[in-house]
């Protein structure tokens, strides 16, 4: 703090705030959270803050599109504590969740080249009984509950028939790869309401072009995030070296 103090640079709320588009409130937050150091007070109780307030706030700013609000924060509170190490762990948290996202991504891609282009009815020999696929069966094959199927299926992702006899939900071969990748969707962040249209498109259309397009702005997506996780490590290290 004190080499920032060098040549008697003062700055106020509004100054830090003109220069990032933010309120004067929101700076005071910053600093009650820990995104910022603590502001230095006037006699008169004022806050006053230096190019180092100015370049955390840079480096935060940098660190929101790639880590999220949370996440962000925690990196500097613990930097602004002097738990260096701290920050590093989280931030090796989010490169390692980026990843864990690009292996999902790539797992729906895996299932998009098994997607043909028309229904195929018929029970799967991996989870089905004789006639077909049951709730129970195919929850425990994906992970998840019976319960997620159901709500899965009121929100238009999957159909199942109705056993005639017992009233059972069966899942065809169809309805056991739209669920999988319902699945994988849901793991990738997709929600609800914009998966069913997709699989509904895929089905009408006989075509893939409606989920093909999806993946392509979900990479985008990624991609965008990996640079701004660049951009947002450069800010703070600049912010490292200014601390000292």
């Given at each position: 703090?004190?080499?920032?103090?060098?040549?008697?640079v003062r700055l106020r709320p509004v100054d830090l705030a003109r220069g990032s588009g933010?309120?004067?409130?929101?700076?005071?937050?910053?600093?009650?959270?820990?995104?910022?150091?603590?502001?230095?007070?006037?006699?008169?109780?004022?806050?006053?803050?230096?190019?180092?307030?100015?370049?955390?706030?840079?480096?935060?700013?940098?660190?929101?599109?790639?880590?999220?609000?949370?996440?962000?924060?925690?990196?500097?509170?613990?930097?602004?504590?002097?738990?260096?190490?701290?920050?590093?762990?989280?931030?090796?948290?989010?490169?390692?969740?980026?990843?864990?996202?690009?292996?999902?991504?790539?797992?729906?891609?895996?299932?998009?080249?098994?997607?043909?282009?028309?229904?195929?009815?018929?029970?799967?020999?991996?989870?089905?009984?004789?006639?077909?696929?049951?709730?129970?069966?195919?929850?425990?094959?994906?992970?998840?509950?019976?319960?997620?199927?159901?709500?899965?299926?009121?929100?238009?992702?999957?159909?199942?028939?109705?056993?005639?006899?017992?009233?059972?939900?069966?899942?065809?071969?169809?309805?056991?790869?739209?669920?999988?990748?319902?699945?994988?969707?849901?793991?990738g962040g997709y929600p609800l309401e914009r998966i069913a249209p997709l699989i509904a498109?895929?089905?009408?259309?006989?075509?893939?072009?409606?989920?093909?397009?999806?993946?392509?702005?979900?990479?985008?997506?990624?991609?965008?995030?990996?640079?701004?996780?660049?951009?947002?490590?450069?800010?703070?290290?600049?912010?490292?070296?200014?601390?000292?």
């Amino acid at each position: 703090m004190a080499q920032n103090l060098q040549n008697g640079v003062r700055l106020r709320p509004v100054d830090l705030a003109r220069g990032s588009g933010l309120s004067t409130q929101a700076i005071r937050n910053y600093e009650a959270d820990g995104i910022l150091p603590a502001a230095v007070r006037t006699h008169h109780g004022y806050r006053t803050y230096t190019p180092l307030h100015a370049r955390a706030l840079r480096a935060f700013l940098a660190l929101l599109p790639g880590h999220g609000h949370r996440t962000a924060t925690s990196i500097m509170r613990a930097v602004n504590e002097g738990a260096a190490e701290e920050a590093f762990r989280l931030i090796d948290e989010s490169h390692a969740q980026l990843l864990d996202d690009r292996g999902t991504l790539q797992a729906v891609e895996n299932a998009l080249r098994d997607l043909t282009p028309t229904p195929v009815p018929g029970p799967d020999p991996a989870v089905s009984g004789r006639d077909g696929t049951f709730i129970g069966l195919l929850a425990r094959r994906l992970g998840i509950r019976p319960a997620t199927l159901r709500a899965w299926e009121r929100a238009g992702m999957v159909s199942p028939r109705r056993d005639p006899r017992t009233g059972y939900r069966v899942y065809d071969e169809a309805d056991v790869r739209d669920a999988q990748l319902a699945h994988q969707l849901r793991r990738g962040g997709y929600p609800l309401e914009r998966i069913a249209p997709l699989i509904a498109q895929v089905r009408s259309a006989g075509g893939l072009e409606p989920l093909e397009s999806a993946l392509r702005d979900w990479r985008a997506r990624l991609s965008a995030r990996g640079r701004a996780m660049l951009a947002g490590a450069a800010e703070l290290e600049a912010y490292l070296r200014e601390r000292g």
